[in-house]
């Protein structure tokens, strides 16, 4: 391996070189909002909107890997643009994620349930420690565009998300933002 220099646009998110990349649109996003009607609604009527894109650079054989993700602004009823959260495979292996651009929150989840919120702003670098789910969720009216580095081998486990829900909802208010618990959260079976 050679060292690299990677040059990362900050609003964009666009990474020169990249070796990966790939975009989610809100017909791909089942089970992730609440309001199930209103994304079926947004995707016939509002074109199937780009709701995040994950750009990346990878070297093979590295123990680290980094990327950009871009949530663009937008909703589903009253739910913001969010990712679809996960838990590493690898559950010795943490994340970390550095804001560059943008307003949002990290939702993070234990395997026992604690719950978590950290801010992401410009210039604040948010820790995800092993084992614990994390979603991020765009707040504010303009992308946010984060950096995140990790180990290539932590791997995505969705399931548990996918079927069980996280734990508490990040919802539009008047002030912003507000966490409300997910009514329709249920327990992963042991
Ligand atoms: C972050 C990283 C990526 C992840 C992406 C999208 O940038 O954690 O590994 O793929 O967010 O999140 P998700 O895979 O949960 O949809
Ligand atoms: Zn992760």
Known sequence: MLPQAILID??????????????????E???????EEGRDRDVRMRGDP??????????????????????????????FYM??????????????YYTHHGTGVLLLESRTGQSELVEMHPGLCAFIPP??????INVGDDRLVF??????QAGHDYAEISSCGMRRLV?????GYRVVDNPSFRMASP
């Open 10 to 27: 900050g609003t964009t998110g666009h990474l020169a070189p990249f070796t990966g990349r790939y975009q989610k649109r809100l017909s």
């Open 29 to 35: 996003l089942e089970r992730i909002f609440q309001d």
């Open 50 to 79: 780009l709701v995040y894109e994950v750009m990346e650079y990878r070297e093979e054989g590295s123990d680290l890997f980094f990327g950009t993700t871009t949530i663009f602004p937008g909703k589903v009823g009253n739910e």
């Open 83 to 96: 990712t679809r959260g996960h838990f590493h495979r690898r559950r010795d292996m943490a994340e970390v």
């Open 131 to 136: 084992d614990w789910a994390h979603r991020s």
């Open 147 to 152: 950096v995140w580095v990790c180990n290539p």
């Open 171 to 175: 919802i539009d208010d008047p002030s």
